[in-house]
């Protein structure tokens, strides 16, 4: 199984700044397949970054992914209200698929 | 619009057992694997199992396997997530998900599937309280 570890837990920021939250896996995951969601307070996840780096339909560009191997990356550039939530990734490396423990942002 | 919509809140108690469902509509059924995460209280998620509705092949987590039974009924374009045996331990937000596959190999070149989750339900609440 390979295991994710998200940091950090807790990221609170202003409107406007950068918010960087990082995903390391316990092993390469193959095709950097590398999936990020948000989930805001009482709602379901949705699907944000898949392929490391593609954003799903209607993401908007201020989100980007990044990385390989066993590093990965989301960036929210411009933070908004509305980025207020708990991101998780997820690998499908392999055919047990597992995510990562959440990265909470805060919103100042 | 792809919509996957699912029962209501239940609230259960040891030992019984439940079925929740997801009704989808605005792509074809058959063609897409669909599945359950968990979220325990205050926690992250876990990947149960999956279920292709073109055929009801299954696939379960090894955490799951043998604990719930997934399943699809094409007639009405649903799937549903059985548990059994219920425990305090199984209360917890159950969201199914449309997957996507993906393909890869393995060392020695045999291809395998992987998904990640495009939409999904709104979660279902189960509280499991005596």
């Known amino acids: 199984e390979i295991v994710l570890t998200q940091s950090p837990v807790t990221l609170s920021l202003s409107p406007g700044e950068r918010a960087t939250l990082s995903c390391r896996t316990s092993?390469?995951?193959?095709?950097?397949?590398l999936a990020w969601y948000q989930q805001r307070p009482g709602q379901a996840p949705r699907l944000l970054i898949y392929?490391?780096?593609t954003r799903a339909t209607g993401i908007p560009d201020r989100f980007s992914g990044s990385g390989s191997g066993t590093g990965f990356t989301l960036t929210i550039s411009r933070l908004e209200p509305e980025d207020s939530a708990v991101y998780y990734c997820q690998q499908y490396g392999t055919s047990l698929l597992t995510f990562g423990g959440g990265t909470k942002v805060e919103i100042k | 619009e792809v919509q996957l919509v699912q029962s209501g809140a239940e609230v259960k108690k040891p030992g019984e057992s439940l079925n929740i469902s997801c009704t989808v509509s605005?792509?074809?059924?058959?063609?897409?694997?669909i599945g359950w995460v968990r979220q325990l209280p205050g926690k992250g998620l876990e990947w149960m199992g999956i279920v292709y509705p073109g055929d009801s092949d299954t696939r379960y987590s090894p955490s799951f396997q043998g604990q719930v039974t997934i399943s699809a009924d094409k007639s009405i374009s649903a799937a549903s997530l059985h548990l059994s045996s219920l425990r305090a331990s199984d209360t917890a937000i159950y969201y199914c998900a449309r997957h996507i596959q993906a393909y890869y190999y393995d060392s020695s070149g045999y291809p395998h599937s992987s998904y990640y989750f495009d939409y999904w339900g709104q979660g279902t609440l189960v509280t499991v309280s005596s």
């Open positions: 392929d490391t780096s």
């Open positions: 605005g792509y074809t059924f058959t063609r897409y694997w």
């Open positions: 092993q390469s995951v193959t095709n950097n397949f």
